[in-house]
């Protein structure tokens, strides 16, 4: 009798130490999440405005838009609580194609850039740890800075700056910036337990982000700088495969 409740104390312990083995994403957890990741440009961009000799005009019906983009997304994720978790989001900074529209359209492909956007997360996850299924919701912010600036040929001439008042006087080499700025992000997603180290999650942000394109013109009547605001807002996609410490 004895030896039957030193077993049975046995395995209660051990169904214990099971259980709260099992509780993945809980408090003083780390978890690493590696996946695919897309970004969807929600986009749109003002009128150019030229200044030169002076004076400054706008050209009127100017536009652009940016192209989707796929990258590898990495998460580092700290659980703060049971449901509260703090989220470094990274990974390589997704190659964007910038193509002309309106009167920009006849020159297509107007350049090409690579985003940086580090983002910082708070998120709660509904649910308790010891759930296979836990939803969630974030927000945050990201720095984006932009690298890699690359102008096409008939941006780089600046056969966009011919008019026939002006003809090719202010037309010449060009070089291109985009500035830099912090920008809110808000989040969603789905996380799956398969056990208390591997899961599976899928998530969507969407992140307001604005950006100033400065494109300077060294003409032969002097320096050309033609500015426009591009509206980005892009939707972020990721799906990945996370491991729990």
């Not at 004895?2 to 003083?28: E, F, T």
């Not at 749109?44 to 005009?57: D, E, I, W």
């Not at 978790?85 to 020159?107: R, S």
Request: hydrophobic letters at 45%; a neutral charge; glycine letters at 10%.
């Amino acid at each position: 009798m004895k030896l039957k409740h030193i077993a049975c104390a046995a395995l209660a312990a051990s169904g214990v130490a099971i259980a709260s083995g099992a509780h993945a994403q809980s408090a003083g957890s780390f978890q690493v999440n590696a996946g695919w990741m897309h970004f969807a440009p929600q986009d749109s961009s003002g009128a150019f405005n030229v200044s030169a000799l002076g004076q400054s005009t706008v050209k009127a019906g100017a536009g652009a838009s940016g192209s989707d983009a796929d990258t590898f997304g990495l998460t580092l994720q700290y659980f703060l609580t049971d449901h509260i978790a703090a989220e470094g989001v990274f990974g390589v900074p997704p190659k964007f194609h910038l193509d002309g529209e309106g009167t920009l359209g006849a020159l297509g492909e107007l350049g090409t850039a690579r985003e940086w956007s580090p983002t910082l997360l708070l998120k709660y996850y509904f649910m308790s740890p010891q759930s296979a299924l836990r939803p969630y919701v974030g927000a945050g912010a990201s720095y984006v800075w932009f690298s890699d600036v690359k102008l096409s040929q008939p941006m780089k001439n600046g056969a966009f700056l011919y008019t026939p008042q002006t003809g090719a006087a202010l037309t010449g080499l060009i070089s291109a910036h985009i500035s830099s700025s912090f920008a809110p992000v808000v989040n969603a997603g789905l996380s799956y337990n398969f056990n208390k180290h591997w899961s599976a999650a899928f998530s969507v942000s969407y992140m307001w982000l604005s950006a100033h394109a400065t494109l300077t013109t060294n003409s032969a009547v002097g320096q050309v700088r033609s500015e426009s605001k591009i509206k980005l807002d892009p939707i972020v996609t990721f799906l990945s495969v996370n491991y729990t410490f």
